[in-house]
C-alpha cells in the first residue's frame, strides 16, 4: 500500500478531531437561565439603569413631535416667538437631560456586566474545582480554558449592553409604532406592508448565524486545545524534530477558526443592509404617498416632518434589534457550553450528612472491589485486602496492574464499581470529602510547582502553617540544603511547573508539601522514580521517622525502597496475587522473587 502524504496525514489527523456541530433550535429557557445571573442586582444596578433608559426614550419619543407638529404648525406657522422660545429652550433640556441619562446608563451597565460576567467565571470555575477526576480524564485542558475564558467573554457585549438595548428598543419601537398611527393611520398602513417581507428574510438568516455562532465556538475550544497542548509538549515536539508538523497543525486549526469566524460575521452582515433596505423603500412609500396626503390637505406639513422623524427611529430599533438577536445567538451557543460543564454532576458525590471522624486512625479496608475506567476495561477485579493503622504496604507488579487505581480509591478520586472500601471501618462514601482528603497526603512521580515562592508551593499542603513549621516540613525530607542555595532561599519565584528545579528537587518539595499537612495516611505513587540515588538515601531515613504512626500505601518500581514494608502487595490484571513481607516473598520465589532477580540483573548489566 502506498504511503500517505504528510501533509495528508495531518489533515486527517486534523478532521477526524473535529466536533460536530448540533442544530438546536433557539432557546429561550436556557437564555432566562442566562439572564438569572442579573437577579443580585434587581435592586440596586438594574433599577437605575432602567430608570436612565427610560428617560432617554421618553426624550427621544417626545422630541420629534415637539419639533414637527408643534414648531412648524403652531409656532412658525403663527409667527409665535413666545412658543418657538419655549420649545427651544425645552427640548434642549430634554437633549441634554437625555445626555446625562445615557452617561449614566452607559456606566451603570458596565458594572453591570462586568459583575455578571465576575459571576458567571466564579461560578463555573468553583463548580469545576468539585467535579471527579473522570471529567478531566475526557477532556484537554484548553478545551476547559476555553469555556472558563472566551465564553464567557463573549457574552460580555451581551450583559454591558445588548440586554438594556434590548429593553429600550422594545419601549421605542411601542412609542414610535402608536405616535406613528396616531399622526396617520393612512400613512402608517401603507408604509408596514413592507414589514412583513422583511420579517420573514429575517427568519430565514436566524437558523444560518445560530449555526455559524455554534460552529465559531467550537473551532475556537479546538484552537485553544492544541496551543495549551503545544506549549505544555513543546520539549517532546522539539525532541522528535516535529515543529513543522506542529506548525502545519495549527495552521489546519487557526484556518478553520478563520474560516469560522468569517462565516459568521458574513452572515451578521446580511442583516442590516437588509433594514437598510427596508427603510429606503419605506422612506420612498412616505415621500410619494405622503405628497399626496399634503396636497389633498389630509395631513399637515409639521405632521409630515414628525412622522418622518418618527419613520427614522422605527428602522433604528428594528436594527439594534437584530445586533441584540445576534448577540444573543452568540450568547446561546456559549451558554449551551457553560451550562453543559455547570450540569456536570461529580461521579463521586458528598452524602447530605457525610458521617465524620473525630480521630481518624487510618486503617484501610477493601471488601471484593472491583473497577472499571470503561465497560472494557477493568482495573480491579474481586480485591480484598485490609492495611492496618499504622502499617506501611507496597503494591508492586507490572504497568496496568492496578496500583495506582488502588490509591485512587482510597483517595476517592474515583468510587468502586462494585464491593466497598473502608476507612476505620466506615464506607468511604459516607465521609465528607473534604475532611477525608485533608487526612490524606498524595504525593505523584510527576511534581506539579504552582507559579510563586518555594515557601507557598510548600504551605500548599497546610495554608496556615507558619513559616518555621515549613522550614521543619523542608528540613525532615532533606530539601533545606537546596532551598537555602537558591537565590532567595525559600522566597526564590518559581514559574509554573518549577521548570528552574530539577526533577529530584521537584520530588524533594512535593514530599515537605505531603508532610506539612500531617495526614494520617500517605500514599508514595512512584514518588522516589525520579530521585537519585543519593537523594533516595536521605528520603528513606527521613521516611521511617515521618511515616512512624501514619498509614503509608507506597508504590514503587523500584523495589530496593519497599524492603522494609510492613506488607508487600503484588498486584497483576487487577488481581492480589501474592501478598507478605520481603523476606516471606523471597523465599516462596513467586512473582515478586521474579521481579527482585530482573531489576538486580538489570542493575548489574548497568
Known sequence: ??????????????????????????????????????????????????????????????????????????????????????????????????????????????????NVIYDIRRHLFTHVQSLSHRFFDQRSAGSILVRIMNDINSLQELFTSGVINLLMDFILLIGVVALLFTLSPELTLAIMVIVPIMFFISTSLR??????????????????????????????TQSFTQEKENIEFFDGVNTENFQSWQNATKRNAMFTPMVELTNAIGTAILIAYGATLIANDSISIGTFVSFAFYLGMF???????????????????????????????????ELQNPTRLANMKGKIEFEHVEFAYDSSR????????????????????????????????????????????????VNIKDL?????????????????????????????????????????????????????????GYFTEVEERGNVLSVGER????????????????????????????????????????????????????LSTIREADNIIVLDHGSIMEQGNHDMLMERKGIYYGLVKAQFNMLEVG
Do not use: C
Open 378 to 425: 477493568k482495573a480491579l477485579n474481586d480485591i480484598s485486602l485490609t492495611i492496618e493503622a499504622g502499617q506501611t504496604v507496597a503494591l508492586v507488579g507490572h504497568t496496568g496492574s492496578g496500583k495506582t487505581t488502588i490509591a485512587n480509591l482510597i483517595s476517592r478520586f474515583y468510587d468502586a464499581t462494585g464491593g466497598n472500601v473502608k476507612i476505620d471501618s
Open 207 to 236: 437558523k444560518k448565524i445560530r449555526r455559524s455562532w455554534q460552529t465559531v465556538r467550537l473551532k475556537q475550544s479546538k484552537l485553544n486545545s492544541h496551543l495549551n497542548e503545544s506549549i505544555q509538549g513543546i520539549r517532546v
Open 315 to 349: 428602522w433604528e430599533p428594528i436594527s439594534r434589534l437584530g445586533q441584540v438577536y445576534n448577540q444573543l445567538l452568540m450568547g446561546m451557543a456559549s451558554s449551551e457550553r457553560i451550562f453543559e460543564f455547570i450540569d456536570e454532576k461529580p461521579i463521586v458525590a
Open 507 to 558: 520530588q524533594l518539595i512535593s514530599f515537605a508539601r505531603a508532610l506539612l499537612a500531617d495526614p494520617t495516611i500517605i500514599i508514595l505513587d512512584e514518588a522516589t522514580a525520579s530521585i537519585d540515588t543519593e537523594t533516595e538515601v536521605k528520603i528513606q531515613h527521613a521516611l521511617k521517622t515521618l511515616l512512624n504512626g501514619r498509614t503509608a500505601i507506597m508504590i514503587a518500581h523500584r
Open 432 to 488: 465528607s470529602l473534604e475532611e477525608l482528603r485533608s487526612k490524606i497526603s498524595v504525593v505523584l512521580q510527576d511534581t506539579f510547582i504552582f507559579s510563586g515562592t518555594i515557601i507557598d508551593n510548600i504551605r500548599f499542603g497546610r495554608p496556615t502553617a507558619t513559616d518555621e513549621e515549613v522550614i521543619e516540613a523542608a528540613k525532615a525530607v532533606g530539601a533545606n540544603d537546596f532551598i537555602q542555595n537558591l537565590s532567595n
Open 1 to 114: 500500500m502506498e504511503l500517505k502524504g504528510k501533509k495528508t496525514r495531518i489533515m486527517e489527523r486534523f478532521h477526524y478531531s473535529t466536533e460536530t456541530v448540533i442544530d438546536k433550535p433557539f432557546n429561550w429557557k436556557q437564555m432566562w437561565r442566562l439572564f438569572s445571573y442579573l437577579k443580585p442586582y434587581s435592586k440596586t444596578l438594574l433599577p437605575s439603569a432602567f430608570i436612565a433608559v427610560l428617560i432617554s426614550a421618553l426624550v427621544r419619543l417626545v422630541a420629534p413631535i415637539l419639533i414637527g407638529k408643534y414648531t412648524l404648525d403652531y409656532a412658525i406657522a403663527n409667527k409665535d416667538m413666545n412658543l418657538l422660545t419655549i420649545l427651544v429652550v425645552t427640548i434642549a433640556g430634554l437633549y441634554i437631560l437625555s445626555y446625562i441619562a445615557n452617561t449614566f446608563r452607559i456606566r451603570w451597565m458596565n458594572m453591570l456586566g462586568q
